[in-house]
């Protein structure tokens, strides 16, 4: 299934909304998830729509949510997000963290019970839209956790992200460093699991703790796990993001005294910085400019592969999807569609939606 991201987005919106989300929540959840897709990143994308519908039904999504400021104290903001949808309300709190920023130079904003956030680089790429730096940790409750610390054989973590966002200058784009701490997110063994596909080596652990490249042995019962990326480094990440993300916004971690209820709820310890209380914003286009050029200038390994930064495989991802359109394996649009009837969206009326003709 091969579909144009505009016509995807109203489909996916019509969802959103006949889940009782108001017209702006329904198209901003819509264009993330698209936005995911056209990224590069499925993972993270439309294809959550069937979970989002899950954990809608059992209460774990609450429409029309916004984000409630619980600590206000100067440089430090704590949100709540009231189990609203991780977009709107991580939105809102960037957006007053940016806010509040442009006073005090820097801010730690604690958010703490959204849903899902999804693509954690969607909060970067608002910092960078106000010409901020910021850094976020993030760690996901209320669900089993699917990845095993270093030298364990079950999962003791979820994917735990980090994301890192620098502006770029006139002539180099932002990086834009955003990533799991396992070696693959869980969304892309999903995927791989939908598409039929196996995983590469050195992924995945069964359950009891042989590797495994069957991407099934991580969603069964018992389920197997996946591995940290760089051994002890990124399990040590994985780490501190339970302990910045969940201890410090008061959202708790994976410890299994908290609740697990089979949704997804992500807890992120954001830091922006406006770069112009630290240094001349000249000298620092200067700086990343040279810097970048000269990671870039590297002699490459493969003559097909040239040295990209952070950021780079998204846009291209981008241009690409956004003129030949978004990839949808038939498990994943099936279950779309199940969704969508489950909410009393006709197969007819979904398939219009989104410009998929049948004959
Ligand atoms: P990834 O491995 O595809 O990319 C990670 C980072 O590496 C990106 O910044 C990318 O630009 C960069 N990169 C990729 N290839 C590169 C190359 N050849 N050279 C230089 N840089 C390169 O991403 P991932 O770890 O699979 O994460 C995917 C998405 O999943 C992210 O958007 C993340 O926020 C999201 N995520 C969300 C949650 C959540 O709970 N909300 C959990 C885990 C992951």
Known sequence: MLINDQSLRKFVAEIIRRMGSEDDEANLVADHLVLANLSGHDSHGVGLIPNYIRHFSAGLIKPNTAAKLVTDDGAIMVF??????????GGEAMAAGID???????????????????????????????GMVSIHFVNVVDHDPVVA????TDGRFVTNPVCVAVPGTENTPPVLLDMATSKIAVGKARVAMMRGDQLADGMALAPGGKPTNDPNELFGNPRGAL??????KG??????????????????????????????????????????????????????????????????????????????????????????????????????????????????????LAGVSVT
Not at 80 to 89: K, M
Not at 149 to 152: E, I, K, L, S
Not at 333 to 344: I, Q, R
């Open 235 to 352: 399990s040590g990440l994985a780490l501190i993001c339970e302990l910045l993300a969940g201890v410090l916004t008061g959202g708790g971690t994976i410890q299994p005294g908290n609740p697990r209820k089979s949704g997804v709820i992500n807890h992120m310890l954001t830091i922006i910085v406006d770069p112009a209380r630290l240094v001349d914003l000249d000298w620092m286009r200067a700086e990343i400019d040279a810097t970048i050029a000269y990671v870039k200038d590297s002699p490459v390994a493969d003559p097909a592969k040239p040295v990209l930064t952070a950021g780079d495989p998204e846009r291209a991802a981008r241009a690409q999807r956004s003129r030949d359109g978004i990839q949808i394996e038939d498990a994943t649009w099936e279950a779309m569609l199940d969704g969508g009837e489950t909410l009393g969206l006709p197969r007819a009326e979904a398939l219009a």
């Open 227 to 232: 591995l940290p990326f760089g051994e002890h």
């Open 100 to 130: 509040r920023c442009r006073d005090t130079g820097v801010v730690l904003m604690g958010l703490r019970g959204p849903h899902h956030i999804g693509r954690v680089g969607a909060y970067g790429e608002i910092a960078l839209a106000a």
């Open 80 to 89: 709540d997000g009231g189990l609203g949808y991780g977009r709107r309300v």
């Open 149 to 152: 610390p270093f030298g364990g």
